[in-house]
């Protein structure tokens, strides 16, 4: 055992003031310089992506992409403690909002930092109407249907001169007029067929994308090949495939191709892909695809519903990242966080529309793989594996990184755990810090010779973050912590 690093307690204690505030707080004293990333902390093209697609300056996309880290970890911990009458969630600027059905669940939710709305029906019951009611419509009429967490509503889009016959079957179905709002599109949405990803495959004359990388191959859009469809470049067999009613499928690679834990940025780079934490609606992803490369949104909804002329789709991500035909089957990322894979939507990169993804998660599980991440061919050591929010980064050697964010994570009291799976022959460093009044503090650490440690650390509810350092050396490192 050595002496703890200097380096890793002065700075904590030299940032105090970020977190003990507000997420608002916290933002503003980054624009100031104080903990302040740079662009070169992200994946290359992630910045100029944001500026692009959301008109933001380099500044503000880098403010804003921290700050989506730091809510996206509180959302995580307050929904994971609110037992009943959770309504959804969502980003507006540098605050989270919770809706909740009842008084105890918005005290919950006020003690935890986030902004608490109290509201009618939970989202549990906003699902089950949004499926009736989608289920009630006639296919060619009904474009898709979501919860839309802001408003405490299910939304349908309709086919245009379409409202009336869509409110009379909603009706006969039983569902409450003023329930379900009827909102109607100008397109249609399709499959982006003849489609990839992050990099291009083939199915006899098509064109689709690999999602992301799993155990034995990767995951994709289902609608881009039936189970025993097999690809060229790289050559594989679809082992799973569902669609219509999802959009997910596997494919099994030979054992020439190697999976790697990445996503094309096309800006000459990859993302590395760390885990697989769903974001909070209102986060900002960015997707890619061959046609029209890497372009960002934010998310709109969960669990919505789509009709495609093949048939419909429930259970997806809504977000208004664009999207063209051959863009079918990429991947979706929050930050390096994945979420879902390319099914389709309406609209095109020049006007802008509205994409629909699915989840990634449902994929994996249903394939029976594991995500690859890190960057590598290979899935991080099961003892960071099996934690659950992961997190990766670069660093040179005496720098460090704070995880997930500078602002830190809501922890309730009990055992938190942390994994750091640092490069080989370097010597990487783990500590658990508290907010301690004005003052971050170290309460717990791993601080051996070898690149990888681990911290388990049973404490007190408050506020927390993860140091990673490089006592010595540089590289690439990949992690992840759980909560109680």
Known sequence: MRRTSFKAFTVATAAATLLAGSITAATASAAAGADK?????????????????LGLTTSQAVDR???????????????KALDKGYAGSWVDGSELYVAVTDKAGAAEVRAAGATAVTVDK???????????????APDAKVAGAYVDVESNAVVLEVAKGSKAAVSAAVARAGIAAGTVSLVEVAEMPRTFINV?????????GGRCSVGFSATGGFVTAGHCGARGA??????????????????????????????????????????????STQAAVGSTVCRSGSTTGWHCGTIQAFNASVTYAEGTVSGLIR?????????????????????????????????????????????LSAAGVALITGGGGTTPPTGCASQETAFSGSLSSGAYAFKPSSSGFSSSAGTITG????????????????????????????????????VSYNGTAGTYRWVVESYSGSGSYTGGYSTP
Not at 39 to 44: K, R
Not at 45 to 53: P, S
Not at 235 to 263: E, K, R
Not at 323 to 345: F, I, K, R, V
Request: hydrophobic share 30%; aromatic share 8%; net charge negative.
């Open 65 to 79: 992409l921290k700050t989506d880290e730091a809510l996206s970890d509180k959302q995580h911990s307050i929904v």
């Open 319 to 363: 977000t208004n990242v664009c999207a063209e035909p051959g863009d079918s089957g990429g991947s979706l990322l929050a930050g390096t966080q994945a979420q879902g894979m390319t099914s389709g939507g309406n609209g095109n990169c020049s006007s802008g529309g509205t994409t629909y993804f699915q989840p990634v998660n449902e994929a």
């Open 37 to 53: 990333p740079e662009v070169t902390s992200y994946a290359p093209g992630m910045v100029a992506a944001l500026e692009r697609d």
């Open 230 to 275: 097999t690809t060229t470049q790289p050559s594989g067999t679809f082992q799973v495939s569902s669609f219509p009613g999802n959009d997910y499928a596997y494919v099994n690679v030979g054992s020439d191709d190697t999976p790697i834990g990445a996503v094309n940025n096309y800006s000459g780079g990859t993302v590395n892909v760390a885990g």
């Open 122 to 136: 939970s989202l549990a019951q906003l699902d089950r109407l949004a499926t009736k009611a989608f289920r009630a």
């Open 419 to 454: 994994c750091l799976d640092g490069p080989n022959g370097t010597d990487f460093d783990l500590f658990l810090q508290k907010v301690s009044g004005s003052s971050w503090v170290t309460v717990a650490q791993g601080i051996t010779s070898s690149p990888d440690e681990s």
């Open 196 to 204: 990839i990803g992050g990099n291009a495959y083939y199915i006899g």
